[in-house]
Every structure is written in structure tokens, then in C-alpha cells.
């Protein structure tokens, strides 16, 4: 099955409230001098997208401010999100203009995501309607009870980590918002959620540095990468 569309809105979700990073706002984090959600957005404007919509919290108003200085060569809008992380994601999608057919959602929590990556899962949404950002799990894993007693072990190969972007078609999307909203049914990422709709979801592997910051520990570790970044650009 293969999907045509002219155009692709880019939808950042920075709406969490950061529990898990102390408070802080994690998209008002800095790396070396740039906030996180200015990483992300810079690589949206270099990304093949033709609109951009951010989901904010309470920080929507600095949000609108750091991407004023940033030169933005298509339109963009800003808009409050939900309770959860479902519902900012369908509200930010309701904000897509009428002729646009995919929404490649990003969590702004992700600040090494690139072009090349947004790209990519773009073209893997246009196999089947919808993509994800993924890459194989390393650590082995266990399944276990809620008194963490084994009940399997599964096999790494046939394990991958989601990550986004996620890339979608809008309209089977909103049906699977639907029916998860009649169900009762939450789902942590949208893939999931369209896959228990009867949707098909490319699994697109990518650059394994597209890492999540969660904690305060995360946030040493990206700077050490971007460290790593930098003295490989130095020896090229």
C-alpha cells in the first residue's frame, strides 16, 4: 500500500510537567545553551514538514517566546494539551490544517532527534499510514509478576524499543482515538494505540542516540554525548 501527501505537520508534544526531572520543565532544559525544545524544533524546520504545532503546559508562553527567535519558514501554532500525554497529542493534532494528511509527532523530551530522522519515519508511514522511530533492545528482559517472580524471558531479537517521531494518516488515527475513548482502553504511544485498532505500523530503526530524558542522570548523559559530538566533528 503505498500513501501520497504533499504535506506532513510536525507536532512537538511539550506538554509533561517533568515529576520524574524534579518539576522542571524539561523543554526549558539547557544543552550547552540551548534549550531542549529549541533542538527539537530547529530539526523540524530542517525536516521535510509543512506545519508545526507545539503542545504546552503552563510554559506555553516561554515556549511561544524561544521560538520567536528562530527563523520559522512555515506556520506554526501553539496550543494547551491534555491531562495526559494521549490527550495532548489529539489536541495537537486537531490543530492540523484541513488539507494535511500525516501527523509526525515527537516527545520534545527526545533533543538528539535530526532531519534525517523525521525523514525516514515519514517514508515508513507512507507504506502502511503509520511509522515509528525504534531501535533493537540490548538489555535482556524479563517478564515477571507482582511479586517480580519470572514468568518468561524474551528473546532480544525479537524485542525493539519504541521511540519517536511517530508518524501517522490523521483519519484512522482519530477513528482509534475514538474507540480507545469508548473502551477505556490507555496507551502509552499512538502506534500502539492504532495497532489495537487494526492498523499496520513500520518499525523504522534509527540513530540509537534519539534517547529520552527522563531523569537528572539522562540529562549528564546527553551532555556527555553532545561532548562526544563535538570531538568527533573536531578530529574530522
Known amino acids: 500500500m503505498s500513501m501520497k501527501t504533499d504535506s506532513v505537520c510536525g507536532i512537538i508534544v511539550a506538554a509533561g510537567s517533568g515529576t520524574r526531572m524534579g518539576g522542571v520543565s524539561k523543554p526549558e532544559i539547557k544543552l550547552n545553551g540551548k534549550t531542549l525544545f529549541q533542538r527539537v524544533l530547529e530539526a523540524f524546520i530542517a525536516s521535510p514538514v509543512s506545519e508545526l504545532v507545539v503542545v504546552g503546559g503552563e510554559n506555553l508562553p516561554r515556549l511561544r517566546l524561544l521560538a520567536e527567535g528562530l527563523q520559522i519558514p512555515m506556520p506554526i501554532r501553539f496550543c494547551e494539551g491534555g491531562k495526559t500525554r494521549s490527550e495532548s497529542v489529539f489536541a495537537g493534532v486537531r490543530q492540523m490544517s484541513p488539507g494535511v494528511s500525516f501527523a509526525c509527532v515527537h516527545d520534545c523530551a527526545r533533543p538528539f ?3 534525517e530522522i523525521i525523514s525516514a519515519v515519514i517514508e515508513g508511514a507512507k ?3 503509520a511509522a515509528t522511530a525504534c531501535s533493537p533492545v540490548t538489555d535482556t528482559v524479563k517478564y515477571v509478576d507482582k511479586e517480580h517472580h ?3 524471558t524474551p528473546k532480544r531479537d525479537h524485542l525493539l ?6 508518524v501517522f494518516l490523521r483519519e ?3 477513528v482509534a482515538y475514538a474507540m480507545a475513548q469508548k473502551t477505556g482502553n ?3 504511544d499512538e502506534t500502539s494505540m ?3 485498532a487494526g492498523g499496520t505500523v513500520e518499525y523504522v530503526q534509527t540513530d540509537p542516540r534519539n534517547i529520552k530524558l527522563t531523569t ?3 540529562i549528564v548523559l546527553a551532555r556527555a554525548l553532545l561532548l562526544i559530538q563535538k570531538a568527533k566533528e573536531q578530529d574530522v
Open 113 to 115: 532527534v535530526t532531519p
Open 127 to 129: 507504506k502502511t499510514g
Open 150 to 152: 519470572t514468568l518468561y
Open 161 to 166: 524499543a519504541v521511540q519517536t517521531p511517530q
Open 172 to 174: 484512522p488515527y482519530t
Open 186 to 188: 490507555t496507551f502509552t
Open 194 to 196: 492504532l495497532e489495537a
Open 216 to 218: 537528572r542522570e539522562d
